[in-house]
């Protein structure tokens, strides 16, 4: 019998290891994937907003002013949407305003206070919130009356969303206190008798 030298034994063939290999580039494996997730999400937008879904609450409109006022509660129970304008029978315009953050101050009491009134050409509505359109706060503004405002008539008002499209609410007139009774929180009203 005839032993071979270990000179004589051909060395095993190293095979190599594809779990090496894997774990050795993972990282980059990792990093590619995200990057091809962000450009999809980016570029390619597979995923869709819902639709908006837009309620309506105490819509009102201030008596006895030209220019005046309009208010309501939205509540959105869908994806994001935009207003923007507004237009009613009852007045020659009107605009959409909100109060302007560089003017509006903070206490402790209260996150937000006074300001002023700025015109702008369109209001962000978010998805799945309430937003207020208040006296002191979002509201539209009617100006150029077509005839005087008698407490207690409804007035249309037809707003124009973005995704919506046109929504017609009707808007009761009533005087400024009954506005504020009705829409603002109880720290900002006034004590009865002033």
């Known amino acids: 019998m005839t032993t071979d030298s270990p000179a004589d034994i051909p060395a095993p063939q190293h095979k190599p290891d594809i779990y090496a290999r894997i774990m050795r580039f993972a990282p980059l494996y990792v ?7 962000l450009v999809l999400v980016a570029f390619i937008r597979p995923f869709t907003s819902p639709e908006p879904t837009l309620l309506f609450r105490s819509e009102l409109v201030g008596a006895a002013n030209d220019p005046t006022g309009a208010y309501f509660l939205l509540q959105n129970a869908g994806g994001s949407d935009t207003l923007l304008g507004a237009s009613t029978p009852a007045a020659t315009s009107v605009v959409l305003q909100i109060i302007d953050p560089t003017t509006t101050t903070s206490t402790p009491e209260s996150a937000a206070t006074g300001g002023t009134y700025m015109t702008v050409e369109r209001i962000d509505i978010p998805g799945f919130t309430d937003m207020k359109f ?13 005839s005087p405002l008698i407490i207690g008539q409804k007035i249309p008002i037809t707003l124009q969303f973005d995704r919506a499209g046109a929504i017609t609410i ?12 009705r829409m603002l929180p109880p720290r900002l009203k006034l004590p009865a008798g002033q």
Do not use: K, S, W
């Open 31 to 37: 990093i590619v994937f995200c990057i091809g997730i």
């Open 134 to 146: 208040v006296a002191g706060g979002n509201q539209l503004l009617l100006r150029g009356l077509i």
């Open 170 to 181: 009707e808007a009761e007139v009533q005087p400024y206190t009954v506005i504020a009774d």
